[in-house]
């Protein structure tokens, strides 16, 4: 299989803060778990996959997260937002199939059972190629335009009302040579899909890449800026958080976002610890995907509540990518505790074997309620007034009044 360099560093660059907390785990005492989260939360993606037809059932009553409140009905999920989940981390077996046939790419299985068998990982290579098979299939505009309308509708039988995506275009523009109208073109006439076809209001946000040149950072700012008035909310830098350098390099890339009206949401405090988070502090974000690590350091979360800081926080990908050893061992509760908001999101749901629905679930059992993550949610999206005003009204008829 001809493997291209783009492919690699596509893969290295965005799963490499996966890559460093992995193996720094799997020289300590973790060593002998291996890859038995990944394979177990695989085990069920594969089972789900084999009732395809029948949809994601968690929140189809007594699911995962589908726990109908008080005068909803069993199939009406109560109403959740998704702040942290990365468009190329969505697509499911079978639409990576049909993206495969599209555009003349070799997967390697050419069904579903097949394909789904691989999302089992046998170890953290084999979950890599994964994450270069799924990249290097989108190729075309189309394809972030299905990406978004696809995940809209999976989220939506979750019972999403508002989504606010990342994705990241920089090698993709670098290595693969797609242009940036077309990814752009595609993510925000998915999200205006996604509203006429769905009623599912998404929003999205282009990714930084710790450690890319500066002016490469800079032309991703000024195409989202671009972009504002079609959806384009916000601007994320991620990647490898422990080769993340000086993150002074990105703050022209930020200022010129900040100019052009969008807001910052960087990746840090995964596995990029305590440091990673002051380190962005500088740029006054809007809101931190992950953050968790905050939770170690009680100055911190103090600032962050003064600050009004939302965390978008995703608990399976936490156990997954080994940041966290068990699930039970989360720090949502030491952060709820210090009163430090969280929204809850999916991360990568294809990748990691999960759903809005189960993500909700989790951290209802770690002490976040649904009504606390969603209000999180709309406090801490970068939705507009209006838009900001209905998802209110929405969450006040499904959970009754705030601090009622
Ligand atoms: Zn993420």
Known sequence: MLIRSYEITQAVLRA????????????????????????????????????????????????????????????????????????????????????????????????????????????????????????????TEDDFRRAVLDYALEAKAHGVQYIEA??????????????????????????????????????????????????????????????????????????????RGDVSEFDRAVALARDGGLGIVPHAGEAGGVRAIRDVLRWNPDGLQHGIAAAGDPALMAELVDRGTVLRVTPTSNVATRVVADISEHPLPRLREAGVRCSIGTDDPALFGTTLGQEYELAERLGISPASAYRAGVDGSLCDDTVRRQLREVGDSAFGPPHS
């Not at 803060?17 to 085990?43: C, H, V």
């Not at 990576?96 to 050419?110: S, W």
Request: charged share 25%; proline share 6%.
């Open 166 to 243: 990342t994705f990241s275009p920089i090698n993709r523009n670098k290595w693969d040579g797609i242009p940036y109208p077309a990814m752009f073109d595609g993510v925000t006439d998915g999200i205006t899909a996604a509203a006429e076809h769905y009623g599912v209001t998404v929003r999205a946000m282009p990714s930084l890449i710790w450690g890319v040149d500066r002016d490469l950072a800079e032309e991703c700012a000024r195409w989202a800026v671009r972009y504002r008035d079609r959806g384009i909310v916000g601007l994320d830098a991620g990647g490898n958080e422990l080769a």
């Open 16 to 139: 490499g803060r996966d890559m460093s907390s992995w193996f720094l785990r799997l020289e300590g005492p973790d060593a002998t778990r291996g890859i038995r989260p990944f394979a177990r939360k695989f085990e069920q993606t594969a089972a789900e996959f084999a009732d395809a037809d029948k949809g994601f059932p968690h929140d189809s009553g007594g699911g995962s997260g589908g726990a109908a409140l008080p005068g909803r009905g069993a199939a009406d999920p109560y109403p959740k937002i998704e702040l942290h989940v990365h468009l190329e981390g969505t697509i499911r077996p079978e639409k990576l199939l049909d993206m495969a046939r599209r555009n003349g790419v070799a997967l390697p299985a050419d069904n579903v059972e097949a394909l789904s068998a691989l999302y089992r990982y046998r170890d953290f290579g084999h979950f890599l190629e994964m994450w270069r098979t799924t990249t290097g299939t989108m190729r």
